[in-house]
């Protein structure tokens, strides 16, 4: 019975420094990231691209109308072969 006491303590024994070393090791790489994101400074070509509003030159062209006519016979198809 010893026997089984003493695997069991060092069982819990590998298993706490084990998720003590993980938690030391992802809180340095949090404090890491976070020191790294102050120095760095953003893209400004990424940062210009998150905060414009205007439209693209593609979204305000009309869509031909050959192109809808093909969407709308292949959604009716698809539409007929589920039903």
């Known amino acids: 019975m010893t026997d089984l006491a003493s695997v069991l303590v060092e069982a819990a024994t590998i298993m706490i420094t084990g998720m003590?070393?993980?938690f030391v090791f992802l809180s340095i790489l949090i404090f890491l990231v976070q020191l790294m994101a102050k120095f760095a400074p953003a893209d400004p070509e990424v940062a210009d691209k998150t905060t414009s509003s205007q439209p693209t030159a593609k979204s305000t062209?009309?869509?031909?109308p050959e192109i809808i006519a093909a969407i709308s016979a292949a959604v009716n198809q698809y539409r007929q072969r589920r039903a």
């Open 61 to 64: 062209e009309t869509v031909q």
């Open 20 to 22: 003590v070393v993980v």
